[in-house]
């Protein structure tokens, strides 16, 4: 199964009863198994779940701390871009050329890098002389 298919699967199964908004996410750890996760939402707004840490959190939970690829679809009308905490998500666990593909429903794609969706992001190399 390919990433984006697994993406496409998850999707279905999102919870999504407020935006009706559904969106899947899978990132491939570096031992090559692929871990998905779907937007979970909830009646309190904020307390919702966006597919990206649904699948970060699986793949943690799962043992691994480095992911090598990411596909994130959405019924959009535009490839989905990531939200800014989800895009610090994913670089706490990939690398800035980890490529990160982009997907509608509708098949339009958009191929990126974690490092182009988070230019300038903060790193451990910020809290330096704090330890
Ligand atoms: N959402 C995601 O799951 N990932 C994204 O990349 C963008 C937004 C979800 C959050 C919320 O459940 C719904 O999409 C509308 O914002």
């Excluded at 691994?64 to 706490?92: H, M, N």
């Amino acid at each position: 199964m390919t990433l984006l298919n697994a993406a496409r699967d998850v999707r279905e199964r999102a919870y999504a009863p407020y935006s009706k908004f559904k969106v899947g996410a899978a990132v491939r750890g570096a031992s090559g198994q692929i871990y998905a996760g779907c937007n979970v939402e909830n009646v309190a707004y904020p307390e919702g779940t966006c597919a990206e840490a649904g699948a970060i959190a699986l793949m943690v939970a799962s043992g691994e701390t480095e992911l090598v690829e990411v596909a994130v679809i959405a019924d959009s009308p535009s490839p989905v871009p990531p939200c800014g905490g989800c895009r610090q998500k994913l670089a706490e666990f990939g690398r800035a050329d980890t490529p990160v593909l982009l997907a509608t429903t509708g098949g339009v794609t958009l191929a990126t890098t974690i490092g182009e969706l988070l230019p300038g992001r903060f790193d451990i190399s910020h809290m330096s002389g704090n330890e």
